[in-house]
């Protein structure tokens, strides 16, 4: 048995969460080629994500982003 505590920590600011809200997009297919989902129904998934980011890009106003750091999420582009 062991007992982990984990102190709070500080939540990105209203500014930094609306920016990775409207700018990033999830899919499961931007991991590793092994760990990409498989079967028909998924490459069907696949499709709605994609299409899905297309829609949400201009009413966004803001490109999609693939940050390199968690840091780069907060920066201006």
Known sequence: MAR?????????DEPTAEKANDALAFTPWH????HQPLGSINRVRKAV????EKFRLPLNGCPMSEPRSFAAIGRES
């Open 4 to 12: 982990l505590v984990v102190e709070p920590q500080d939540s990105w």
């Open 49 to 52: 994500y994609e299409a899905s």
């Open 31 to 34: 991991g590793i080629v092994d």
